[in-house]
T-cell receptor, first 115, second 115 residues
Framework: AQKITQTQPGMFVQEKEAVTLDCTYDTSDPSYGLFWYKQPSSGEMIFLIYQGSYDQQNATEGRYSLNFQKARKSANLVISASQLGDSAMYFCAMREGGSNYKLTFGKGTLLTVNP | ETGVTQSPTHLIKTRGQQVTLRCSSQSGHNTVSWYQQALGQGPQFIFQYYREEENGRGNFPPRFSGLQFPNYSSELNVNALELDDSALYLC??????????????FGQGTRLTVV
């Protein structure tokens, strides 16, 4: 079974509007972390936001917020006030508890922001 | 910019050859991980090095090997290159602490083409 599922291959949003990118995950480990990364066409993975499994509140970082619903095993990324520079691939990733820092990534969502 | 640098940025090799990719970790980070990202896919974990020893490996054959040096820089070596090894190779560094790891920061990647 896939550990990280991103069901939206592509999304379109108008500039200045909000957009939600979906991510569901599967793990039996009670200790895990969820991450969102942005990958522009240049290739670098840019860290956006992190949510720990024991965190009581949803994470926020500027225009990014993570809608964490633990019972539903979802960790959706919300981008408010979209900008043209937000156009990129977005990856959801999970790190499960353990002795190493292995990240498991989803297949990504290509976001296009239209003017 | 994250401070994680990879070289070279692009590389073309012939099937059967060997290749070495290099990564300079962000200052202060003691853990480095390598990922392979095929076109249209999310990154796949290859392995991780902590204090110069491999402490985690993904589903990759032994012809993928690595090194971490005392200054925490790292190399990824791939022997007997195959066409399917064509991908973007990403290096990520993080800091292992008593309370856990900091978030991973990625380099810009090395795009390897095997012909």
């Amino acid at each position: 079974a896939q550990k990280i599922t991103q069901t939206q291959p592509g999304m379109f949003v108008q500039e200045k509007e909000a957009v939600t990118l979906d991510c569901t995950y599967d793990t039996s480990d009670p200790s895990y972390g969820l991450f969102w990364y942005k990958q522009p066409s240049s290739g670098e993975m840019i860290f956006l936001i992190y949510q720990g499994s024991y965190d009581q509140q949803n994470a926020t970082e500027g225009r990014y917020s993570l809608n964490f619903q633990k019972a539903r095993k979802s960790a959706n990324l919300v981008i408010s006030a979209s900008q043209l520079g937000d156009s990129a691939m977005y990856f959801c990733a999970m790190r499960e508890g353990g002795s190493n820092y292995k990240l498991t990534f989803g297949k990504g969502t290509l976001l296009t922001v239209n003017p | 910019e994250t401070g994680v640098t990879q070289s070279p940025t692009h590389l073309i090799k012939t099937r059967g050859q060997q290749v070495t990719l290099r990564c300079s970790s962000q200052s202060g980070h003691n853990t480095v991980s390598w990922y392979q990202q095929a076109l249209g896919q999310g990154p796949q974990f290859i392995f991780q090095y902590y204090r110069e020893e491999e402490n985690g490996r993904g589903n990759f054959p032994p012809r993928f090997s690595g090194l971490q040096f005392p200054n925490y820089s790292s190399e990824l070596n791939v022997n007997a290159l195959e066409l399917d090894d064509s991908a973007l190779y990403l290096c990520a560094s993080s800091l292992a602490q008593v309370a856990g790891w900091t978030e991973a920061f990625f380099g810009q990647g090395t795009r390897l083409t095997v012909v």
